[in-house]
């Protein structure tokens, strides 16, 4: 049984750094597993932040956290990370770390594609 649990979050200030953890068990990085960061605001949709194939460790970003965020795993400690450098308002959300078994060699991105979540962890940001 998989399961994920994030930690991390906190509040900070505009311009100040965070850095997300999210331990995953119950599955072998061997299998073709995706693993990504989503969060969502208050009133808005879940949308994807960064994502990274556990094996070749490909990533993907939405583009206004490019250059900020970066996503990262340890095999040996079974977990996945986010840097956010250079918070902005607009970050402050519940993030939420996910992944899948990936049905084809291609980095899934999309929420709706995940079928494992953590709880969440929220981040606040303040200006």
């Known amino acids: 049984h998989v399961q994920l649990v994030e930690s991390g979050g906190g509040s900070v200030q505009a311009g100040e750094s965070l850095r997300l953890s999210c331990v995953v068990s119950?599955?072998?990085?061997?299998?073709?597993?995706?693993l990504g960061w989503f969060r969502q605001a208050p009133g808005k949709e879940r949308e994807g932040v960064a994502q990274?194939?556990?094996?070749?460790?490909?990533?993907y970003y939405r583009d206004s956290v490019k250059g900020r965020f970066t996503i990262s795993r340890d095999h040996a400690k079974n977990t996945l990370y986010l840097q956010m450098n250079d918070l902005k308002d607009e970050d402050a959300a519940v993030y939420y770390c996910?992944?899948?078994?990936?049905?084809?060699?291609?980095?899934?991105?999309?929420?709706?594609?995940?079928?494992?979540w953590g709880q969440g962890t929220q981040v606040t940001v303040s200006s």
């Open positions: 996910a992944t899948v078994r990936r049905p084809e060699t291609r980095l899934l991105v999309l929420s709706s594609e995940y079928n494992y």
């Open positions: 119950g599955y072998a990085y061997s299998d073709g597993y995706c």
């Open positions: 990274i194939d556990a094996d070749d460790g490909s990533t």
